[in-house]
């Protein structure tokens, strides 16, 4: 195993899940919570947010990347499974300074894969800055204008297919 890969791996480990409470912590989290319900009340779509400190040892072993792991938890966090297939997940992995957008299928059709790409560098120049709830709260607004675009709510009383909470780990 090379040193590259062993500083990846202790650079992983070395984070927990109290590195992800430090970085979002509990009125933050609260306040993203509520701006995903009052998102998820202008369109049918579902967005979800997952901060992750340092990937599970299985996936440095194989040595997968934070793209791999974000499908995995848009998997895991049932967003594929939405009503319309316009479900979103934002991902942060703290160890690697990653960010990555997953749009089902629904949603993938409607937006050209380079306008998540800018959303992400948004994210990046705001989490730099330190504005880590400003780049939250930016991408959480743009990823809203489209799902408003594309998937207008109907007017009709709808049930939330998912929890509003973002996910720590």
């Known amino acids: 195993m090379g040193l590259a890969r062993w500083r990846r791996i202790l650079r992983h480990r070395w984070l927990d899940e109290t590195a992800a409470r430090r970085a979002v912590p509990p009125a933050l989290l609260q306040r993203l919570a509520e701006r995903v319900a009052a998102s998820e009340r202008q369109h049918t779509g579902q967005v979800r947010i997952c901060v992750e400190a340092g990937l599970p040892l299985s996936y440095l072993l194989r040595e997968a990347t934070p793209r791999e792991r974000a499908i995995a938890m848009f998997g895991k966090l049932r967003v594929w499974d939405t009503e319309h297939n ?48 400003d780049g939250l709260a930016q991408a959480l607004d743009e990823v809203t204008a489209l799902l408003v675009q594309h998937f207008p709510a109907d007017g009709q009383p709808r049930r939330n297919e998912l929890p509003d909470e973002p996910v720590l780990g």
């Open 86 to 133: 316009n479900g979103v997940l934002i991902y942060l992995l703290l160890a690697e300074h990653a960010i990555e957008v997953v749009a089902d299928r629904a949603l993938a059709r409607q937006v050209p894969p380079g306008h998540w790409s800018g959303l992400v560098g948004s994210m990046r120049a705001a989490f730099r800055a330190g504005r880590f709830e």
